[in-house]
C-alpha cells in the first residue's frame, strides 16, 4: 500500500565521499590526487635548479662600505658584521704585513695592521720601536715619528708599566700590550693618500706573583694617516683619542695566570677588509 505524503521520511545519509561523487561515476580518491599534486611540484624545483646551475655566484666582496648597515640602496643584508674585501696580504717584513693594494680597502687593512704594531710590546724598547717605524712609516716620516715616541716611550712611562728603563719586564713576569681592531673607517681617500679610522680594543699590564699592575682592557680609535708610496700604504702621522667604549660585562675578571697563559697559547692575527 503506498505511503501517504504525510508519513515521515527516511534518509540515508552516505559516505562524504560518495555524496560528492557524480551520479554514476566511481567516487574521488583524495590519495591519488595528492600524489600528482606532489609530482608536479617536484618537477617544477628541479627545472628550477637547473636553470639556476649555471648561474654565477653573487660577489658580496665587491663593497667598500664598513658597519653593520646595508649599503645605501642595497636590500638589508644579514651579514654586514661579516669579514670582507680583500684577503690579507701574503708577504711581511719584521713580521709586520705589507704590501698592501692600492685601493680603499687595502689601505684599511694597513691601518688595521699598522694599529696592531702601534700597540704591540715592540713600542716599549728603542730598538724594536725603530724597527717597527722603519716598516710601517713612510720614509719621510720616520724620524718624525721616532722622536714624537721617543718623548712618549720614556723609562719614566716604562717604570709605571713594571717594566725596565729598556723595556724590559722583571724575572718571571710577563708584559702584555696587545691592540686589537675592532673596525675600521675611511674618513677620506684618495689615489696617492688616505686617512682611516681605526676602532680598538688593548690590552696593557703586567702578569706574575709579584705583580702589582693588572692587566686592563681599554677602548681607543687611532686616526691613520697614510700615503701611497708607489709600492705600499706607508703612515705619515697618526693620533689617538679615547672611546668609544661599550658598557663592561658583569664578568668575573680572569687572574694573572690565565691572561698570561691565554696571551701565549692565543696568536694575534692579520687583518683585512
Known amino acids: 500500500m503506498p505511503l501517504s505524503d504525510d508519513q515521515p521520511h527516511t534518509r540515508t545519509r552516505l559516505p562524504v565521499a560518495e555524496q560528492n561523487a557524480p551520479a554514476g561515476g566511481r567516487p574521488a580518491r583524495p590519495l591519488r590526487t595528492l600524489l600528482t599534486v606532489l609530482g608536479i611540484v617536484t618537477l617544477l624545483v628541479v627545472a628550477v635548479a637547473v636553470a639556476n646551475r649555471d648561474k ?45 693594494p692600492h685601493t680603499d680597502q687595502g689601505a684599511q687593512s694597513a691601518a688595521a695592521n699598522y694599529a696592531v704594531a702601534l700597540g704591540s710590546t715592540d713600542m716599549f724598547r728603542a730598538d724594536s720601536r725603530r724597527t717597527v717605524l722603519t716598516t710601517i712609516a713612510d720614509p719621510t716620516a720616520v724620524q718624525t715619528l721616532q722622536t714624537r715616541l721617543d718623548q712618549a716611550f720614556t723609562p719614566e712611562t716604562n717604570a709605571r708599566y713594571g717594566l725596565s728603563a729598556e723595556g724590559r719586564a722583571p724575572v718571571g713576569m710577563t708584559f702584555i700590550s696587545r691592540a686589537i681592531p675592532i673596525g675600521t673607517k675611511l674618513a677620506n681617500y684618495s689615489d696617492t693618500g688616505t686617512k682611516v679610522e681605526v676602532w680598538c680594543n688593548s690590552l696593557v699590564g703586567m702578569t706574575g706573583k ?22 705600499d700604504w706607508k703612515i705619515i702621522d697618526y693620533s689617538r683619542k679615547a672611546g668609544p667604549a661599550p658598557l663592561p ?3 668575573q675578571a680572569a687572574t694573572s695566570e690565565e691572561i698570561s697563559g691565554a696571551v701565549q697559547q692565543f696568536g694575534g692575527f692579520r687583518y683585512a677588509r
Open 56 to 100: 654565477p655566484a653573487v660577489d658580496r666582496t665587491a663593497t667598500t662600505t664598513s658597519g653593520d648597515r646595508a649599503p645605501a640602496g642595497a636590500g638589508a643584508s644579514p651579514d654586514r658584521t661579516a669579514a670582507s674585501g680583500q684577503q690579507p696580504v701574503g708577504t711581511a717584513v719584521n713580521g709586520i704585513g705589507t704590501g698592501y
Open 210 to 231: 709579584a705583580s702589582e699592575i693588572p692587566v686592563t682592557a681599554s677602548w681607543y680609535t687611532l686616526d691613520i694617516t697614510m700615503r701611497w708610496t708607489g709600492s
Open 249 to 251: 660585562a658583569d664578568q
